[in-house]
């Protein structure tokens, strides 16, 4: 059983900051790439951003230059600073991680439950 618990969604008004926390737990032997995904009502589940083990990151053009993903490895934990957020940011965050439960078997993509972000005045 391998377990993503996301925290840190929330209310916030235009052009403040937020900062969510998405930590791995359970039967993990190696974590590769993790990330955040969000999908707002109606729309599909879009990346926002991503990060490899080494720490290498990738963002959607919406959000470059505003929010900034990080990895801790010894913690299993990723975490995304949203700054100037914008109405337009809201939706359900989803984290992801790419994980290897054993040696030698291949990798599955497990999900958090979402946590929800809402930019309003």
């Known amino acids: 059983q391998v377990h993503l618990v996301e925290s840190g969604g929330g209310l916030v008004q235009p052009g403040g900051s937020l900062r969510l926390s998405c930590a791995a737990s359970g039967n993990i032997f190696s974590i590769y790439d993790m990330g955040w995904y969000r999908q707002a009502p109606g729309n599909k589940r879009d990346l926002v951003a991503d990060i490899t083990r080494g720490g290498a990151s990738n963002y959607r053009d919406s959000v470059k230059g505003r929010f900034t993903i990080s990895r801790d490895n010894a913690k299993n934990t990723i975490y995304l600073q949203m700054n100037s957020l914008k109405p337009e940011d809201t939706a359900v965050y989803y984290c992801?991680?790419?994980?290897?439960?054993?040696w030698g078997t291949g990798t599955y993509d497990y999900w958090g439950q979402g946590t929800q972000v809402t930019v309003s005045s």
């Open positions: 992801y991680a790419n994980i290897a439960t054993a």
